[in-house]
Nanobody, 124 residues
Framework: QVQLVESGGGLVQAGGSLRLSCAAS????????MGWFRQAPGKEREFVAG????????DYADSVKGRFTISRDNAKDTVALEMNSLKPEDTAVYYC?????????????????WGQGTQVTVSS
């Protein structure tokens, strides 16, 4: 059973940056895609970014493309999300997820383990 723990959330002004980290324990993330999702109050959880097991393929939601960057370190079992040019609409709880497959997917059902989430608040 893998445990995923996110960190790095917080309060930032619009235009600012944050770096989220996710550390896995109990099982290696090697061979599995990783993803970041977010859920804003009153909204459904949505895909933000995904990365294949090797890091060679990355996928981003249109709303964050060009502003967010996902990366992973398989040796350390970590995945990160660098967020720049943050907007108030990026405010949400951000979740790290371990994929069921090696390739990137956008559907939440393609991810089998989830972290507890970290709050990101962007003020205008």
């Amino acid at each position: 059973q893998v445990q995923l723990v996110e960190s790095g959330g917080g309060l930032v002004q619009a235009g600012g940056s944050l770096r989220l980290s996710c550390a896995a324990s109990g099982r290696t993330i090697l061979n599995y895609a990783m993803g970041w999702f977010r859920q804003a109050p009153g909204k459904e959880r949505e895909f933000v970014a995904g990365i294949s097991w090797s890091g060679g393929s990355k996928d981003y939601a249109d709303s964050v493309k060009g502003r967010f960057t996902i990366s992973r370190d398989n040796a350390k079992d970590t995945v990160a999300l660098e967020m720049n040019s943050l907007k108030p609409e990026d405010t949400a709880v951000y979740y790290c997820a371990l994929g069921r497959y090696g390739s990137t997917r956008r559907a939440a059902a393609a991810f089998g383990s989830w972290g507890q989430g970290t709050q990101v608040t962007v003020s205008s």
